[in-house]
């Protein structure tokens, strides 16, 4: 018994040391950043949606209320009820920057998102385009600009919607869910 725990300290100390040497675990600041502009370029933002009351009601007044000059909101109706994108649609007449698209449910079968993210770069009118899901609200009326600022100097900038901290076993699970989904992306 002795020998197997030595042998398993051994290969754990091993793969320690691999992964501190040959891993790098990135931490980007964008206070630390230094050719941040106060430049607004235009964006659209692009979310797929599938029949989410509560994104209508709470989360899309957010997106449409942002602290930002020039963008547009692309919500994509993917196999949605008529009274859901009714609602979107009267939405869209009131407010000029969302825009409504429609991915209709044909022969009983679902789309993928991947369809619904395509549909929604192919509505986009400007050439930045942020992604982001249904469920997921920015904390501020500033989000799009900081979002914006990671574009300084690059062409494609993966972001991390995390799940905000609280006690208990399962917000540690889905902190971790997302973040093993935020790495596979």
């Known amino acids: 018994l002795k020998i197997l725990v030595l042998i398993c300290a051994v290969c754990l100390l091993v793969q320690l040391f691999y992964v501190l040497r040959n891993v790098a675990i990135v931490r980007y600041r964008l206070s630390k950043r230094v050719n941040i502009t106060d430049e607004q370029p235009p ?33 994509v109706a993917n196999d949605c009820s008529e009274d859901f994108v009714d609602v979107l649609n009267i939405m869209a007449e009131q407010n000029d920057r969302l825009k409504v698209t429609l991915i209709k449910k ?5 789309h993928s998102n991947k369809l619904a993210l395509t549909v ?37 900038v993966l972001g991390y919607s995390g799940v905000e901290r609280s006690k208990g076993l399962g917000n540690l699970y889905m902190r971790c869910s997302r973040l093993g989904v935020a790495m596979r992306w």
């Open 120 to 156: 929604g770069m192919k509505a986009a009118s400007n050439e930045l385009m942020l992604f982001t899901t249904s469920d997921s609200v920015p904390v501020s009326d500033q989000w799009l600009n900081l979002m914006t600022k990671g574009f300084t100097g690059t062409s494609i």
């Open 43 to 75: 964006v659209s933002v692009v979310i797929p949606t599938a029949d989410d009351w509560d994104f209508v009601e709470k989360r899309l007044p957010v997106y449409l209320s942002q602290d930002y000059a020039n963008y547009e909101v692309i919500v």
């Open 106 to 110: 044909y022969n009983h079968s679902s």
